[in-house]
């Protein structure tokens, strides 16, 4: 009783304090020293979590137009032109599951939900930040993101102040590794690791998970097999099921399977299409199938063979990843894990014609910070999700 009862009252002080910070009861008002293109990053994450408790309200810099680079204006979106990213729908299977997307080498921005408005920071020199916190005692914290302006003697003046202080070193740029924060008798070591699939027992318990799921599903829904490739068949003729390449792992290649939704000459022209909305090329049964996900099921074989995983970055078609590793940074480390039936990204949305960049965000999200837990997780919201309908395509 006294461990449940601890636990439901943690769970319950974290959540409402959460929901109250969120609302903007007690929250922290901070001061950013440093670039602004960390700050970009920092802003955007404190927007996606309010229940944080933060609010950035001044920039400060060494002096006044010392700045390395000067904030993007245009609207005040510091997105614009920090972060060119494709906006592009994501290819699948026998066409794509999506309408538009952006012509090959077309860079948009990557901020699809608005962003703090920079017209809101107040500017600071840094020369001037002590007078500035003595005439404004309710901001409680400084976050540095250049270490190397915290000297000695500004530390020392902050702390006559109580003033938190918080280094926020510029690490973004490594998205793929996690870190770990450890003391050597007092010096305090920022250790970066490697994701957690690249450690052997990590991707044994996946593996486990996965031949697990799959055979259970092969055999569950081998009825539901059964009646969806009577339809396929007698839809059009061709193949029950598409082939298709794809890359997971490493950059391997291997064939995706399935079901067939479109008529055999639906990519004629040797070029890969784009699925749009009411698009002619499919049969009717591929109307459904593609609508429900059905089509997708047969890459439970795929999982069986270790080509894929029930959970991870959705793969793509070698056209697509090599275009999109010259427009999107960092987009070839998804591949640092195995691609999946669903994955973080599917589950927050980002599925047919949203942004390429956005869920590339929360594929590298998932590789770093995997656990057999976020797993389960996942799976379960896919679960839900599919019987609400809400993973809907075309």
């Known amino acids: 009783m006294a461990l449940l009862s601890l636990t439901l009252v943690r769970v319950g002080l974290r959540l409402g304090m959460g929901w109250l910070c969120s609302r903007g009861y007690g929250r922290r008002q901070v001061i950013w020293v440093g670039s602004w293109s960390v700050l970009a990053e920092v802003l955007e994450r404190l927007q996606r979590s ?19 680079e000067d904030p993007p204006s245009q609207n005040g979106d510091p997105c614009q032109d920090s972060y060119p990213v494709l906006n592009t729908a994501r290819p699948t299977s026998d066409g794509v ?17 608005p962003e703090p408005s920079w017209s809101a920071l107040e500017r600071l020199d840094l020369a001037h930040l002590i007078a500035y916190l003595q005439a404004h005692p309710e901001v409680q914290e400084v976050w540095f993101g250049q270490p190397e302006l915290a000297t000695a003697p500004l530390l020392l003046s902050l702390q006559a102040l109580s003033v938190q202080v918080r280094l926020v070193p510029d690490i973004l740029s490594f998205l793929t590794v996690n870190f770990s924060l450890q003391s050597l008798d007092g010096i305090p070591l920022l250790t970066l690791r490697q994701p957690p699939l690249r450690y052997a027992h990590n991707r044994f318990l996946k593996r486990a998970v996965d031949i697990l799921g799959a055979s259970l599903g092969l055999i569950l829904l081998s009825p539901l097999f059964l009646i ?7 839809s059009s003729p061709g193949p029950i ?7 997971s792992l490493d950059g391997r290649r291997f064939w995706i399977a399935k079901f067939r939704t479109m008529r055999v000459d639906a990519e004629a022209a040797g070029q890969p299409g784009w699925t749009r909305p009411g698009d002619p090329r499919r049969t009717k049964i591929g109307a459904f199938l593609r609508r429900t996900n059905l089509d997708e099921l047969p890459q439970l074989w795929n999982v069986l063979k270790g080509e894929m995983s ?3 970055p959705r793969p ?11 427009e999107i ?34 594929d ?8 057999l837990w976020l797993d389960l997780r996942i799976l379960a919201i896919t679960f839900w999700q599919g019987i609400r309908g809400q993973l809907s395509g075309y």
């Open 50 to 68: 309010p229940q944080l408790g933060f609010q950035v309200v001044a920039w400060a810099g060494v002096e006044q137009g010392s700045f390395e």
């Open 97 to 113: 599951k999506s309408a538009a997307r952006t012509p090959p080498g077309t860079l948009s921005r990557l901020c699809s939900q």
């Open 228 to 234: 969806i490739a009577l339809l396929v068949a007698c």
């Open 241 to 247: 099921l598409y082939w298709q390449e794809r890359v």
């Open 310 to 312: 029930l959970v991870g």
């Open 316 to 326: 793509e078609r070698p056209y697509f990843v090599e275009q999109f590793s010259q």
């Open 329 to 362: 940074p960092k987009y070839p480390d998804r591949h640092l894990v195995k691609s999946g039936l669903t994955g973080w990204a599917q589950i927050h949305g980002l599925r047919g014609d949203t942004s390429i960049a956005r869920r590339t965000q929360y």
């Open 364 to 371: 590298l999200y998932y590789v770093q910070n995997w656990s």
